[in-house]
């Protein structure tokens, strides 16, 4: 039998935390270090039974992984992942991939020249809802995708901006959580041509935004907004809708994304997809509109990612989300924050360069 990947966890924090919660579980993987300088890092390494370091680089060094998660704070993704391609350590890289496409770039280089594959943590593609609604759209059940409606409106807790970097530059809701919402609108309706945005930080002040609008033309045509806040007593979001985390009581009559196209609409996470009965040629609202649940069974899309992960490292499949294609939701974000700023409808900038 082969032996269990033996991985190291860079940043033991909340969503470390929930990445070890699954490896433990798993029996083709075992856990072999911690790297963090965090003041609970060290106890949570001797109660995980594995050894402790401040520093990745001496671990990388030391204990030789086989591959890494890696869930530090986001402006230190890049060099921590370069740091991991230079050892020739596979590595599973929290979003965002960076803080800017710029060093971004330099990642997506080091992986094409190292071949050492790097997954990057949209999470929510592995969840089976979304793999379902991606079907359905690649099926035609939709016929020609036309608008697009995606909302993320939830209050996080005052409590949740104590923690310093969560508050500065390089954090904030378009980078931690809007930038989910847009990889799935690439992923599941194609690329973004051009935006147009506006933002608010008028309830907290901080040098973040709380809200925003997003207007977005996508490559085949569809238009779409997308409205977000993180300041709302709301139920809209994918967070609060798709219970993947039971960290968030479940609104789970409450859809995030509405799309709909020329032969029907789906409401994800509900996959209600609305269209006419198929003998009705050019029927419009004077019909009944028929609404039919589309099957899927759950599935826990962290874990999914993983043991997607661990055949990825075992050089099984490509990455479902490399770092080249994380750069270009990255650079739809950067696209989104250019509009804002300048009032001014933005392209995303290509990844090449
Ligand atoms: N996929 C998701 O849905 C999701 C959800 C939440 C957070 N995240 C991402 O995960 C990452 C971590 O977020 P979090 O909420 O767990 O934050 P957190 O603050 O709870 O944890 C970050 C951890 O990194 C540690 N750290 C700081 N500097 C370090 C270094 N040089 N080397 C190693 N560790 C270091 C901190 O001590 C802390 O334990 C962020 O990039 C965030 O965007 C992803």
């Not at 969503?15 to 083709?28: C, D, I, P």
């Not at 569809?222 to 994918?238: C, I, M, Q, Y």
């Not at 990455?319 to 009032?343: N, Q």
């Amino acid at each position: 039998m082969t032996p269990p990947l033996r991985i190291a966890l860079i940043g033991a924090g909340n969503m470390g935390q929930q990445h070890y919660r699954h490896l433990k579980t798993l029996s083709e993987a075992v856990l072999c270090a911690v790297a963090d300088p965090g003041p609970q890092a060290a106890a949570l390494a001797a109660q995980w039974g594995v050894a402790h370091y401040s520093e990745h680089r001496p671990m990388l060094e030391q204990v030789r992984p086989d591959a890494v998660i890696v869930a530090n704070p986001n402006n230190q993704h890049v060099g921590t992942a370069l740091d991991c391609l230079a050892a020739g350590v596979p590595v599973l890289l929290e979003k965002p991939v960076g803080v800017d496409l710029d060093e971004v770039r330099e990642l997506v280089a080091a992986v094409k020249r190292s071949g050492v594959p790097v997954l990057v943590g949209h999470h929510r593609r592995h969840n089976p809802l979304i793999v379902r609604a991606r079907e359905l759209l690649r099926n035609g059940a939709l016929g020609r995708l036309t608008t697009v409606t995606a909302l993320f409106q939830l209050r996080k807790p005052d409590r949740y901006f104590e923690i310093p970097w969560r508050r500065e530059p390089g954090a904030g809701m378009l980078l931690t959580n809007l930038i989910h919402d847009l990889d799935l609108l690439r992923h599941l309706c194609g690329e973004v041509h051009s935006v147009q945005a506006i933002s608010a930080n008028t309830v907290r002040g901080f040098a973040n935004a709380d809200s925003v609008a997003v207007l977005l033309q996508f490559a085949d045509g569809a238009l779409g907004t997308l409205t977000g806040s993180d300041a709302v007593a709301a139920p809209w979001s994918w967070e609060l809708a798709a219970g993947e985390n039971p960290a968030y009581p479940q609104q789970a009559e409450q859809p995030c994304y509405l799309l709909a196209g020329t032969a029907g609409a789906l409401s994800i996470p509900q996959l209600k997809h609305w269209h006419y009965a198929a003998d009705q040629l050019d029927a419009g609202w004077h019909e009944p509109l028929l609404a039919q649940q589309q099957a899927c069974t759950a599935g826990d899309a962290l874990r999914l990612q993983l043991e997607h992960f661990l055949q990825v490292v075992r050089g099984e499949v490509e990455p479902l989300v490399s770092a080249e294609d994380a750069a270009r939701t990255l650079a739809l974000v950067e696209a989104i924050g250019a509009a804002a700023a300048s009032g001014r409808a933005c392209t995303p900038v290509s990844v090449e360069g």
